[in-house]
């Protein structure tokens, strides 16, 4: 069995050197989802939304669009992954308005918090329990990238996300949980601002054509600073469904 390539950004504005590859009229996730699958959403990391926005989103796109939600910081970098259980219910809740356009959970980690089994571990369980939709992890202190620790994360069914740049080189390619394939390309090498050249959009389709044959694959640009982003998924997307397409 092989999977499509979701292919997005992280949030959905059109900048506008883009704007005419979207259709009109229509709000911009209208016009966004129009011409790819998948998003990510950031704003979550920052601040809370009602599940009737939630909804609201959900409304505005075709059935196949799935969103990314990314997970509060009031979790990851204030509690730092204790004692956050009214957290995550309230999170749930919230993010559930999506209903089944809920694709993925995203949990970033903030660079300073390494791995600790005694609060990761419970925590990681709890989140996959408590969620529906498989789990992405994009760590950032290398710690986290220990062979022990990438079996603990298929015992807890949380894939780990490729991360570019890389922390460490394992973080080149996906780990933990199989089961999905999350690529996250930031931008390099300057973090968010840089725009991905050709070698690099082959590298990316080659990567992620790979992982599709055995696991649920996402892509999302977010190197959002200077609006590379948009056409950056634009051409991948492009790239991908040509390469698998029937000969």
Not at 129 to 142: F, G, K, N
Not at 178 to 204: K, T
Not at 205 to 224: G, L, P
Request: neutral net charge.
């Amino acid at each position: 069995m092989s999977f499509a390539v979701r292919v997005g950004t992280a949030g959905w504005a059109l900048p506008r050197a883009w704007q005419d590859r979207f259709p009109q009229p229509g709000m911009h996730l209208q016009r966004y989802a129009a011409r790819l699958s998948a998003v990510e959403i950031n704003s979550s990391f920052h601040r809370p939304h009602r599940r009737e926005t939630y909804e609201r989103w959900a409304a505005s796109v075709g059935p196949d669009f799935r969103f990314a939600v990314k997970l509060p910081r009031t979790i990851t970098h204030e509690r730092r992954l204790a004692a956050v259980d009214d957290l995550l219910e309230t999170f749930v809740g919230q993010a559930g308005g999506l209903a089944e356009k809920l694709g993925v959970i995203l949990i970033q980690l903030p660079p300073s918090l390494a791995f600790d089994a005694r609060i990761a571990m419970p925590f990681l369980h709890a989140a996959s329990a408590a969620l529906t939709c498989p789990i992405v992890l994009e760590p950032r202190h290398p710690s986290w990238f220990d062979t022990d620790v990438d079996v603990r994360l298929v015992d807890a069914r949380i894939a780990r996300a490729v991360a570019d740049p890389p922390l460490v080189p394992a973080a080149a390619a996906p780990g933990g949980w199989r089961g999905l394939a999350y690529f996250r390309l930031h931008g390099a090498p300057r973090l968010y601002w840089s725009d991905y050249e050709s070698e690099d959009l082959a590298a990316h389709s080659a990567a992620a054509s790979s992982a599709a044959a055995t696991a649920e694959t996402w892509v999302i640009y977010d190197n959002t600073a200077a609006g590379f982003a948009i056409g950056n998924a634009l051409a991948l997307d492009a790239r991908v469904k040509h390469d698998s397409a029937p000969a």
